[in-house]
């Protein structure tokens, strides 16, 4: 959680977007230091006021130890403390002072237990007259993760005044715990509040489930969580006393999209009662007691989705922990509703009254969104189930949002501590390192183009029906349209509208009534082949969506006439770019993002469905590009389910000569690293 807490007067939070942090003010008559009881009491617990001569205590009354009681902690050359003159303006007193490190310098810490263990860091650009504290950037590590890269508080924020809190959940294996700051060259790094709190095991459970497609995902305890947003939905702010393990949860509104959607409602805390497996821990019952629930639904429509938008990082995988308590059902069994993350399904028909076993009963759900399906605002929908099932209404209580280490074991940047790097920046942006992928991706690319500079011209035409297709998401499912308005659209299939032929018939440029440019490939129905390839293409891109694979937005099967729709690419296939067409050469840079788009396409087949699917005809023709140069995979027509947990299918050999796999062509078994490899 990052928190933010100002020296003014301003009583509620403010969410601010660039900085995903949170203005807090915090004071007030200082209240007991543990939260309502629980019985947790968390066997590490070392707090920190750095810098300070004397220990200090938080609005919150909890004692944070001086610099001087905890001066065995540190490794540091070249350190000083600064102090701030005592203020009421500021929210609490271990923000008076801080620690300057000129060098890297090192906390060491000695852990009575093992696991789980929250680390937060507490930041204050304070004014002095050392270093000026609002340019000191520098890095964060443990032993093993990466927690903040590059760090610079004014990227952050903007009030040089406010405080921002980092909030961390590490796991913790050794007895021993280093806390890392590095400064860049010539600049500073600082800290003014140092805390490391157990917390209970039971917190992050082992397994969760994956958001698409949904199925179990385990290894929770595998990965570092960063808390980014911690919502108490239709509810107030909890203050850290007021939460049994000290945690901050703030109020939902500047991220729900449509207020006039939603509606809070509430119950007292004290008819919240707590199933088998949830606890208080899990989050407090004044968390379960509110919620939000479909506005009035008879004065809007009967079925609508609420929406909240959380502004997150696409370059990681995220872990979102969803809170439901059903403090709005009159009996059991009258509340079915669906869930979504990011457009896709996360909960199908929840159903309270039997995963809760009761009203008014605790239930929370971990799902872990991949990067792949992140986008820079996270969606979190709720919506009813149907109108004939129950009463139609969906409710949420709280949502915690935790960024998850990535494969470095960052959580931020793509660096690792011992200099890994994830590869690629998300959007094709080519970074420093992944040099080992590039550089394969570079010998792949050199094969291709020898190879197609080398293959007789008449090869070329015998592509079996892709061309000009191309892709874009035009909502969750795949239309089926009539001929006769595709037929407006082309022109009657006007030849002048043709953009490309090939063995399944011709592509058409069409546009829709709405202005939406699409490709149309309308078969050709003596063709035998066509009928299987244009039902297998249907069967493989219904169920496909990825930025690297073109996706079918309609089709039409009528009067003997197979027709498929797809968005219109308008840079055509990457062959046209490599040679024939006299188009401007591309740069080594876009050649090597197509291929690394495409190898990601092919990525997804063979791991992003239950079964995996093996294209088979992988080739530049086949290879669109958008407007931005975007590669997709298209033309499925070929392509095969595939069980990987087998060695390999035997099947009859399909593909484009040239292109097929010698392995595979001479042994016609296909494995998964059968020619696709080529381009990865
Ligand atoms: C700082 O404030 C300016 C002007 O109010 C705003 O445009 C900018 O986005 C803010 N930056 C951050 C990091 O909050
Ligand atoms: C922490 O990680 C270790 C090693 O991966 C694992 O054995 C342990 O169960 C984890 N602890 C918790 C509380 O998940
Ligand atoms: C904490 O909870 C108590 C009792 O529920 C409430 O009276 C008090 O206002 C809360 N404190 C804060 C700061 O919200
Ligand atoms: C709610 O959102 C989901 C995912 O974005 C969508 O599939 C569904 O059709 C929407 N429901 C309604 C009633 O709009
Ligand atoms: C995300 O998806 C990629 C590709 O499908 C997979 O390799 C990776 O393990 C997934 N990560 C998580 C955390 O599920």
């Excluded at 006039?260 to 004290?270: C, F, G, I, Q, R």
Aim: contains cysteine; charged residues 20%; negative net charge.
């Amino acid at each position: 959680m990052e928190t933010r807490k100002k020296p003014n007067t301003c009583t509620f939070p403010i969410f601010d977007i660039s900085s995903m942090a949170l203005l807090l003010f915090l004071s007030g008559p200082a209240a007991s230091a543990v939260g309502p009881a629980t019985g947790f009491k968390p066997a590490d617990d070392i707090l920190i006021d750095c810098g300070s001569k004397s220990s200090s205590k938080t609005p919150d009354g909890r004692v944070f130890n001086s610099d001087q009681d905890t001066v065995q902690y540190i490794e540091a050359k070249d350190d000083i403390q600064v102090s701030a003159p005592p203020s009421d303006k500021v929210a609490s007193p271990i923000y008076l002072t801080a620690r300057i490190f000129r060098e890297e310098a090192i906390y060491k810490f000695h852990l009575t237990r093992p696991g789980w263990h929250w680390v937060r860091l507490h930041f204050l650009a304070l004014a002095n007259d050392k270093f000026d504290l609002q340019q000191a950037t520098f890095s964060v590590l443990t032993e093993k993760y990466v927690l903040l890269h590059n760090f610079k508080i004014t990227n952050n924020k903007n009030d040089s005044q406010a405080v921002l809190q980092k909030e961390y959940l590490v796991n913790i294996t050794d007895a021993q715990f280093s806390l890392r700051f590095r400064p860049m060259k010539s600049s500073a790094a600082f800290i003014n509040a140092i805390e490391i709190v157990s917390a209970p095991d039971e917190l992050i459970s082992e397994s969760g489930t994956a958001l698409f497609p949904v199925k179990g995902f385990s290894g929770l305890s595998d990965y570092a969580y960063q808390s980014v947003y911690r919502v108490n939905v239709g509810g107030p702010l909890i203050v850290p006393q007021n939460d049994t393990l000290g945690r901050t949860w703030i109020p939902d509104k500047e991220f729900l999209k449509d207020e006039n959607l939603a509606k809070d409602v509430k119950t007292t805390p004290s008819a919240i009662k707590y199933p088998p497996g949830v606890t208080p821990l899990i989050a407090p019952q004044t968390v379960y007691a509110t919620a939000a629930e479909m506005a009035d639904s008879h004065t809007i429509a009967p079925n609508f989705n609420v929406s909240w938008n959380f502004p997150s990082n696409p370059a990681f995988n995220y872990l979102i922990r969803l809170h439901f308590c059903d403090i709005v059902s009159k009996s059991l069994n009258d509340l079915y509703f669906n869930v979504y993350i990011n457009g896709k399904t996360a909960i199908s028909g929840l159903d309270l009254s039997t995963v809760a076993g009761d009203l008014a009963a605790p239930y929370y759900k971990d799902i872990v969104v991949n990067e792949t399906l992140m986008t820079p605002e996270l969606l979190v929908q709720i919506s009813p189930m149907g109108e004939d099932t129950g009463t139609p209404n969906a409710i949420l209580n709280g949502v915690e949002i935790l960024k998850m280490s990535n494969s470095v074991n960052s959580l931020d940047g793509e660096f690792g501590v011992d200099g890994r790097t994830t590869g690629m920046g998300k959007h094709g942006m080519v970074a420093t390192a992944g040099f080992v992928m590039m550089f394969g991706a570079f010998v792949g690319l050199g094969a291709m183009v020898y190879k197609w500079k080398k293959r007789p011209q008449d090869w070329q035409k015998r592509n079996s029906f892709s061309s000009w297709l191309l892709p874009i998401h035009a909502g969750d499912s795949t239309f089926m349209t009539s001929k006769g308005e595709l037929q407006d659209a082309t022109q009657n299939f006007e030849a002048s509208q043709i953009i490309g032929v090939g063995g399944f018939g011709n592509v058409y440029i069409a546009t829709l009534d709405d202005g939406t440019k699409v490709a149309v490939k309308r078969g050709n129905p003596q063709s035998e082949q066509g009928i299987t390839e244009f039902e297998t293409e249907i069967q493989m891109l219904s169920k496909l969506r990825h930025r690297h694979l073109v996706s079918l937005i309609g089709y039409c099967d009528e009067n003997s006439e197979m027709i498929l729709v797809y968005e219109f690419m308008s840079n055509g296939p990457f062959r046209d770019h490599l040679y024939g067409k006299n188009l401007a050469p591309l740069t080594w840079k876009q050649r090597l993002e197509i291929c690394i788009g495409s190898a990601r396409g092919l990525h997804y087949l063979h791991t992003g469905t239950a079964q995996g699917i093996i294209h088979r005809d992988v080739k530049s023709t086949n290879i669109l590009l958008d407007d931005a140069l975007v590669a997709k995979v298209a033309d499925f027509g070929l392509s095969k389910d595939v069980e990987f947990g087998q060695n390999h299918v035997s099947t009859a050999v399909k593909g484009s000569f040239g292109y097929l796999d010698p392995e595979y062509f001479r042994r016609q078994q296909l494995t998964d690293n059968y020619q696709e490899n080529r381009l990865t």
